[in-house]
């Protein structure tokens, strides 16, 4: 299947000169959805893993799915003050200035197996920041995962320490 | 399996007084992640489901998965901005003032059956929000299935007009 043919471009989105590559037309599709979602669980399904992890909020889509797949729990990573519990949190910059992204203090028991999940990996800071989150609580980063990666923002220089994988390259 | 065992509850969250039922100890879960989603996949499965709908972020990790599992395709309704492509909005209300939730106006075609998730009934609002989205876009909303509901809420008085299905009652 050419998932390529399912991603949806939108110039100038969310803001001028930016082409956002729209995944909304893809996991609306039953065939190209559960495509991509069957790469993924048959790509780790001999990984042992327990936990998947994903950042909010595109990511939960995927995550939660893949997670069923490989009968593995999901784990949310979330924008300050969205969780309800206590949390450890990890900056990451942004064009000027820095956010952070937050998961539970116990959310992942050490020594777990950790497939990171996202739908797009652009410069890598919010990826590396779950990564971060992860290995803080002493789980395994196993590899990280995503539906596209725009090459031309090196992301993965940014993520050199894990495993990559992207179903649709740009 | 005692569903209600893996619900955390956190008192004083969002704010002094309120009992937050928190599900990411259940997501969290394998077995208990695959068992929520499987009952609602057994429930819905010879609907003819063809589309699932969930407003962000807690529903969108259920309701991939969910769609995942029927079939389906997956429609993701968003707070006011993050969408790309141009879209329909409907408000609901808060304690104080207004919110609205945004569905692409083209994510749904006439006729199509869709099944629309939440993680959680309280007021019914952003539920019945997000089934007029569908409404408008001609879609036919089959059922609204929750994983908690709480009943003390009256959600269920908000969506009169709709089939409801909860899991955990409260």
Excluded: W
């Excluded at 390529?4 to 729209?22: E, N």
């Excluded at 780790?44 to 990511?59: F, L, S």
């Excluded at 990666?149 to 990559?164: H, M, N």
Aim: charge should be neutral; include cysteine.
């Amino acid at each position: 299947m050419d998932l390529k043919k399912y991603i949806r471009d939108i110039p100038d989105f969310p803001k001028k000169g930016i082409l956002f590559r729209d995944i909304t037309t893809l996991i609306g599709d039953k065939d190209a959805l559960r495509e991509v979602v069957d790469i993924f669980v048959k790509k780790y399904k001999d990984e042992k893993i327990d936990i998947v992890v994903a950042a909010e909020a595109r990511g939960f889509i995927i995550g939660g799915a893949i997670a069923c797949g490989l009968n593995a729990g999901f784990v949310p990573v979330r924008k300050k003050g969205k969780l309800p519990h206590k949390t450890i949190g990890a900056e990451y910059d942004l064009e000027y200035g820095t956010d952070s992204l937050h998961m539970h203090e116990d959310a992942i028991v050490e020594g777990r197996r950790v497939l990171v999940i996202d739908d797009l990996l652009a410069t890598g800071g919010t990826a590396k920041a779950t990564c971060e989150l992860v290995e803080r609580t002493k789980g395994e980063v196993v590899e990280v995962g995503f539906i596209i990666e725009l090459a031309g923002l090196k992301g993965r220089e940014k993520l050199k320490d894990y495993k990559i994988f992207s179903q649709i390259v740009y």
